[in-house]
């Protein structure tokens, strides 16, 4: 059972254009997400996370939008850029006591010239 | 401190022996996580320390598998008697704080692959 979905496993988009990762989740339970790049042969490195208090959060080029009532959080990089393609992985995490992160699959995300 | 460290890098073993992969994380980051990640998939939880105590190993896929972290700082993971389905990346993680919301730094994974 998934508790993180991100249903698009390949999003490509030219550069200097928005690109837009989505990500949902089925447990209510959920408190803090955070969005994490992957390079090939490289482990995941941290990007820009949201408290679920929060509806956005911005950490220059890249935003985090969260609906809580949606269940649903995006990832916004704006002007994309050739060293953003990577994988995205959208991870989240209970509030109120310490646990591992739960992962989305990722999406690869592909910036075209 | 470069970063967290994981070795070997790569692991290549037969089925039914038993492997051990070290984790070093940053120094002075306290809590310590393991993650698993087969291909096409986001990496899942396995087990998390907090200094040396273990605060959660139901998540660990089997009585195979275990992890330690002895003098609180770094730690290794074991899984005896390997098998095929074992194969994948394994992934060391550390963060500073007692909090449920830390960011947490990755190391480079070991990857593992049963013959």
Excluded at chain 2, 8 to 35: A, M
Aim: aromatic residues 10%; contains cysteine; positive net charge.
């Amino acid at each position: 059972d998934q508790q993180v979905k991100q249903n698009s496993p390949s999003l490509s988009v030219q550069e200097g254009r928005i690109s837009i990762l989505n990500c949902d989740y089925t447990n209510s339970m959920f408190d803090y997400f955070l969005w994490y790049k992957k390079y090939p042969a490289e482990g995941p490195t941290f990007l820009i996370s949201i408290s679920s208090i929060k509806d956005k959060n911005e950490d220059g080029r890249f935003t985090v939008f969260l609906n809580k009532s949606a269940k649903h959080l995006s990832l916004h990089i704006v002007p994309s850029q050739p060293g953003d393609s990577a994988v995205y992985f959208c991870a989240a995490i209970p509030g109120g006591g310490a646990d591992g992160l739960t992962f989305g699959k990722g999406t690869h995300l592909i910036i075209q010239p | 401190d470069t970063g967290v460290s994981q070795n070997p890098r790569h692991k290549i073993t037969k089925r039914g022996q038993n492997v051990t992969f070290r984790c070093d994380p940053i120094s002075e980051h306290n809590r310590l996580y393991w993650y698993r990640q087969t291909l096409g998939q986001g990496p899942e939880f396995l087990t998390y320390f907090q200094n040396e105590a273990q605060l959660e190993k139901s998540r660990l896929l089997s009585d195979r598998f275990s992890a330690e972290r002895p003098k609180g700082s770094f730690s290794t993971l074991e899984i005896q008697r390997t098998e095929q389905g074992d194969s994948a990346m394994y992934l060391c993680a550390s963060s500073k704080g007692t909090g449920p919301n830390t960011e947490a730094f990755f190391g480079q994974g070991t990857r593992l692959t049963v013959v």
